[in-house]
């Protein structure tokens, strides 16, 4: 519902640096002489239409909150209600419009109008704050003039290291655009504070974190997701080892928003990649409390802590996707959050058959965190697109690449209990009998992504996993 | 003041941010009080389902025992999560005193 009401009758919105506007002048004199109830407002200069009582808009008020995004406008208002409008100048629409013929006569039949000055780029912003920022429930924190706002957040524990763009009203409007969520809609309960995060919390730290407002709905789904007893963060934040949300996004969304999954995929360089991730992990701090040191207690960490976000190319994929291998219908934006190590790389240069590159990811998957340790931790295999093709060109599909990674990491219980290898860590000695999985089922995801040149991989190394530690959760993702 | 600076700055207004924090206030609570004697008194050890957690809990119950303590045992599900609120609950609402006991 509209705060400013339109007054009943014909409501004629229209700016004097418009063409058209300027064109229906003669018009608009037509309809005042045949109705008595014809309204102009104007936008810009309250001397046009020269010689006619017009109503300035000057505070755009009447247009922002009549979602006026053309003029000129004209409106039938009827009990205070708009019947219905047309935009530009089109004869056959204006006439039914006003219900008055023969408008116009020396004009074309159709002209289109130009941009509302409430929809102006360089004032938008601006009235959104003006108009909508009563919407917006957190706490205002005004620095002093003297003071370096960069610095200020910094003073205050905002940020993760780096400077964070100011939240000012202004940009936390601008990035509520990309939701269709309310300011105020609760997301999830934010460990390991156990608070309440609303959508304009997230909003806040997403500026901060430098997205854009079409990235919001991607980090909104990205903090339900590892906000959850299955993905448990409190745990994943809390623990020694080196972990942090990885999250991975499938298409179609991470196109238009210019996510990377190509070259240097995990790497500096994208926007989209690096502030989504980021903004999850700002949410964690400043929301839920998370801080190193306090609650974080890792040993060493890892810098994938600051951001590790990227998008799956499922365009180069000989495979369907991790978010279709996981429940996701084709052609649905999601994402999954893993918990996860910084990536390492795997080098095969010389393996041209499927048989010998699956010896080779099975050899490396093996150390993960300890050549002696199984079914306690998972991983993401990032296969690059030359890896990729190898198995692509012997048909190998997604089911058949991990069933044959997961039949050459049977192990040996002789090998893995304490103490065997000369090594003291290790399964306990009543396992020397049995044969044991290095990896639960479904424990490996596969993942393809990368540059198009370069036979290597990547493993993303998991934390403790099931239900004692942590899940992969995956999420749909809507705006 | 003066402004000494020979060029004019232009002047700097105050930024108005929005706080991204949880704005909460920390509450302070008043510790119970150390009790005299744990004769008489029921202890709760909280074992929190770590490797070898068990080994110290043991211990310790079987010295509290002889000081004439009430000893009873509980244990979270799993070390990587808080423990259940009705765990909490049941501990707050059993013991006097609780330990809980971390080990690797």
Redesign the interface.
């Given at each position: 519902m509209s705060s400013i009401e339109l007054p009943n009758g014909l409501v004629i919105i229209v700016k004097r640096e418009c063409e058209t506007c300027r064109m229906v002048v003669p018009v608009i004199e037509q309809l005042r002489d045949t109705r008595d109830d014809v309204i102009v407002f104007v936008q810009d200069d309250p001397t046009f239409p020269s010689g006619m009582d017009v109503r300035h808009d000057a505070d755009l008020s009447v247009s922002w909150h009549h979602d006026i995004e053309t003029v000129p406008t004209v409106i039938r208002v009827v009990d205070g209600v708009e019947v219905e409008r047309t935009v530009g100048w089109v004869r056959d629409e204006w006439e039914r419009v006003t219900g008055v013929g023969s408008l116009g006569g020396n004009l074309p039949a159709f002209r289109p109008g130009c941009g509302s000055l409430s929809v102006d780029p360089d004032l938008v912003d601006e009235l959104r704050v003006r108009f909508g920022a009563t919407v917006l429930s957190a706490r205002r924190v005004e620095t002093a003039a003297a003071e370096d706002e960069f610095e200020a957040m910094f003073d205050r524990g905002w940020t993760d290291g780096l400077p964070v763009v100011p939240p000012t009203e202004e940009r936390v409007m601008r990035m509520l655009t990309g939701t269709t969520r309310s300011p105020s809609d609760m997301v999830a309960i934010v460990p390991p504070d156990l608070v309440e995060v609303t959508v304009e919390k997230i909003a806040i730290n997403a500026v901060m974190a430098g997205c854009k407002p079409e990235y919001l709905p991607w980090v909104i789904a990205a903090v339900e997701a590892v906000c959850n007893d299955t993905f448990n963060i409190h745990g994943v934040l809390a623990t020694t080892m080196p972990v942090g949300p990885v999250i991975v996004c499938n298409v179609p969304g991470t196109r238009a928003i210019g996510m990377n999954s190509g070259m240097n995929v995990f790497g500096q360089g994208n926007r989209a990649n690096l502030t989504i991730g980021r903004a999850v992990q700002l949410v964690i701090r400043n929301v839920g409390g998370g801080r190193p040191g306090e609650v974080d207690r890792a040993t060493h960490g890892n810098p994938g802590k600051i951001s590790f976000c990227f998008a799956e190319d499922e365009v180069g994929s000989p495979w369907t996707s991790l978010a279709a291998s996981r429940g996701v219908a084709s052609g649905v934006d999601a994402i999954t959050v893993f918990p996860g190590e910084g990536p390492r790389c795997v080098v095969d240069q010389l393996a041209r058959d499927p048989e010998s590159l699956t010896n080779t990811f099975a050899a490396c998957l093996r150390t993960l965190h300890n050549p002696k340790s199984v079914l306690t931790f998972d991983a993401i295999l990032v296969m690059g697109p030359e890896h990729a093709r190898v198995y692509a060109e012997a048909g190998w599909d997604r089911d058949r690449v991990l069933e044959e990674l997961h039949a050459r990491l049977q192990i040996s219980g002789e090998d893995l209990v304490r103490g065997a290898h000369g090594i003291a860590e290790g399964v306990p000695e009543r396992l020397r009998g049995l044969t044991l999985p290095k990896f639960r089922p479904g424990g490996i995801l596969l993942v393809h992504a990368g540059g198009g040149a370069g036979l290597f991989s990547a493993i993303i190394g998991g934390w403790a996993n099931g239900d004692v530690g942590s899940q992969p959760v995956t999420r749909e993702v809507t705006a | 003041m003066t402004n000494t600076n020979s060029r004019t700055n232009p002047?700097?207004?105050?930024?108005?941010?929005?706080?991204?924090?949880?704005?909460?206030r920390v509450s302070t609570m008043e510790r119970v009080g150390r009790p005299e004697s744990l004769r008489g008194l029921t202890v709760g050890l909280l074992d929190i389902?770590k490797a070898r957690g068990d080994v110290f809990i043991d211990r310790l119950e079987e010295r509290l025992s002889e000081m004439g303590a009430d000893v009873r045992r509980y244990k979270k599900?799993?070390?990587?999560?808080?423990a259940p609120v009705d765990l909490r609950h049941e501990i707050a609402t059993q013991c006097q005193v609780v330990i809980e006991a971390l080990a690797d």
């Open positions: - | 002047p700097r207004t105050n930024t108005v941010l929005l706080d991204p924090t949880n704005e909460r389902s599900p799993t070390f990587t999560k808080p």
